[in-house]
């Protein structure tokens, strides 16, 4: 008897999707990481970084701006968009610690067949990982400079300085974000491509523009006197979008909308290649 | 026109159900329908059992057909994973979680607050005999608490519809019953439970129905009594060990039931029946006489395999 014939016991319920089912991945892996001695270790190292860098601009504030006015500390956004990019190592510390073995290790015990059989979508999965790599660079980067930009509104007896600073949070949050996304999403790719750790590492180090690409790549731009090897610098490309959310010079010679451009392709990129390899069941062939 | 009454209706069908890996098929052009209680699916390696059970439970793509879980296609609802539960064949645990952390965390996933995960995971753990060992990092479990866990983490939403595939490899034979008694529980507290197994006793000790795969197609869909009324009409090989294997031939050839003796060895009767219950019923008596030095004796046809190799000559 064909199956269409017979009367089907039909569920009534709600078919639709519940939002925000990738918030479990995150508040379950993120405090398990965030535990880790290690990782507090180097949390405090990030965060003592920008109580230096607080401690000198407090000094500054109360020396009139001394140290701005000879040239040894920037001044309005230029100083906040620094004050981020120095939290730069760290920030690419924790990318590599948080994210390297996120999609690997659920590849490795076979768990994805778990997450997909639960009405968790791909595009879920894929979120609640980078959630946990975001989370981090937002608790090295974001959080310690808007706590800082915070201090110097309320330490500043200059006027007009918040008129001059006001927008410093809201560039901080985008730039963050294009951060967490073009360096997590480039970790997650990496991290579904390959198993072992040390492979995963070494290859985003080398993809994400630092270290051996870094300086071939501006060597050969000041060689060719054609600035556009930077391209093929992920970091700076990355630095680039943030100086233009900041309003200040970048640290390269081309439109920051080229930067803009780069670094969407990247996300995109590594958004496919998720996609593809993220399966419930691998099927070898 | 009147419908089919509750427990007949069905809550897990395929429709010309196809999957292939490059040139080769898994599952080809299966349709089956399945109602509320358990249902086994029989098959030998490689039979294709594997393939449609993932496909059935959404893990995999069919090339091909319909599967529809309470009568909505899987493929196009995600939500109805929430009425699923699966325990899948390999062992996809995390390691360095304790089994309640992981049942916890499994739970949440299924959209439940983190009380309300804590409860249920407890209640799952209760149900699968596994509470004491709860707080243990599952690094530390034995096969069968692996085993249990997975049951657990498949129960702990409370689904309607559960893919439970080979759950009882490697559990030791009271982890094993206990599964099997839950699996029969849920089958009677109105669940659909589709079970998977090459072990034809263990499907037969949970439920009387059964799909029995072979190279990608339904071989055979219903009551197994009435598949093995099937197998019936082939004769049954029974091997007996002896000391005096042609002494012993003559006593069978004698008896209506036995279609054939041969001595396979100096130890070794081969006895063809097509009634074996007659041959079993006479083998006391034959053993008590003691010149005939009846060790042991063993039926050869009592496997799945020796199942399929009938049905699939029944076929032809």
Known sequence: ?285 | MNGPSPSSRVTLATEELSRWYGQVIGVNDVTVSITPGVTGLLGLNGAGKSTLFKVMAGQLTPSKGVVRVLGHDLFRHRGLFRRIGFVAEADALYESMTGREMLVYLTRLQGFSRAEARRRADAALERTHLSDDADRTVRGYSKGMRQKIKLAQALAHDPEVFFLDEPFNGMDPVSRREAMELVVRLGEEGKTVLVSSHILHEVEAMTSRILLMHRGRILAEGDIGEIRDAVERHPHRIEIRCDQPRALAPRFIEMEEVQGVRVESEKILLVESDLPREVFRRLPHLALDASLGIHSWTTLDDDLKSLFEYLVEDGR
């Open chain 1, 1 to 285: 008897m064909p199956i269409y014939d017979q009367g089907y016991a039909r569920w009534e319920g709600s078919l639709r999707r519940r939002p925000l089912r990738w918030w479990p991945i995150v508040r379950r892996n993120f405090p398990a990481e965030l535990r880790r001695r290690r990782t507090l270790l180097l949390l405090m190292l990030a965060w003592a970084a920008v109580l230096v860098q607080g401690v000198i601009l407090y000094g500054d504030l109360r020396a009139g701006g001394l140290l701005r006015s000879s040239g040894l500390l920037k001044g309005g956004m230029l100083y906040f968009y620094q004050a981020v990019n120095h939290q730069g190592p760290f920030v690419l510390l924790f990318v590599l610690l948080s994210g390297t073995e996120l999609i690997s290790r659920d590849r490795r015990y076979q768990a994805l067949q778990i997450y997909f059989s639960r009405p968790l979508t791909r595009n879920d999965y894929i979120l609640g990982k980078l959630g946990i790599v975001a989370a981090f660079v937002f608790l090295v980067s974001w959080l310690p400079v808007l706590v800082l930009w915070l201090f110097a509104v309320i330490v500043s007896t200059q006027p007009g300085y918040l008129a001059s600073v006001w927008m410093a949070p809201l560039s901080l949050t985008v730039y963050c974000a294009v951060w967490s996304l073009a360096a997590g999403l480039l970790i997650l790719a990496l991290s579904s491509l390959a198993r072992r750790s040390a492979i995963i590492a070494v290859s985003w180090v080398l993809l994400y523009g630092l270290l051996v690409i870094r300086g071939v790549t501006t060597l050969v731009a000041s060689l060719t006197h054609w600035p556009y090897w930077g391209a093929l610098d992920l970091d700076r490309n990355v630095k680039q979008v943030g100086a233009w959310f900041f309003g200040v010079d970048g640290p390269l010679d081309y439109s920051p909308l080229w930067s803009l451009v780069i670094v969407a392709a990247v996300v995109v990129g590594c958004y496919l290649i998720l996609r593809r390899r993220i399966r419930p069941v691998e099927v070898a062939l």
